[in-house]
């Protein structure tokens, strides 16, 4: 398992960790199933999870699965609609899992935010879509 | 800070994923699979010492959580490899 140097940083202990990142890593492999048990523990372990379930969106957008991203997406603005950051980074996720309603999200950061590093983030997203084609909707395994 | 948290975790996923993807003879497959055996292991047997409901609670759902860790790192290995994970 990789040196954590987030988690020492922080004193969260190195097990807890290694177990949530076996978790983010089921989440890409769509074992979706084993993926939840684990992050029922780690979620145990914070006094906060939000954080982690902004990563885990983040995974399983990468595995495939927007739905996650989208539905953190609502309830998150719905209790910080200001929070352009957050949007920025489910818009990613939702990007990656194949949801159609990214675009719309970072279009309007960029349109209406006065959050500088959520439209640096909404722009490098866009500057980095233009160096692929056609744009990613693809997914990192099969289950 | 929060950005940093994101690329090192995301990082240290990506190196786990990177090992299991080069680890050709699951040596460092079943290492991992060990680890998560001694933690649930030694979870358990805290678990029969354990006082308080709450910490029963905590480390049933940690030992679950270590026995789908194994799972998922096998089925990691095996999904980069297209074969069954060596004993």
Redesign the interface.
Known sequence: ??T???AESTRYPR?YY?????????S??R?HD??E??S???E??LKDAG?YRM?RA??KGIGGDASVASSMLEQHLAEHPEDD?AKV?LAVAMMLGGNPGWKPIIDRVLALSTDI?AREAATSVLQYLGTLAPTPTTTR??A | M?????N???S??A???KTLSEDTTGDRARA?LA??DD?AKSSEQMLHKAASDSER??LA??I??????Q???R??WE??HSAALPA
């Open positions: 398992m990789p954590p140097s987030h097990v290694n177990l949530m990142i076996v978790s983010l890593l089921g890409i492999y074992r084993e993926a048990i684990c029922i523990a780690v145990a372990t954080r990563f983040i995974a950051r980074t590093p395994a099969a | 929060e950005d940093a948290a994101k090192t975790i995301f240290d996923l190196q786990v994923e991992m680890y998560f933690v609670q905590l759902r940690l679950e959580g270590f026995r789908a860790s799972r998922i790192i089925h990691v999904t980069l």
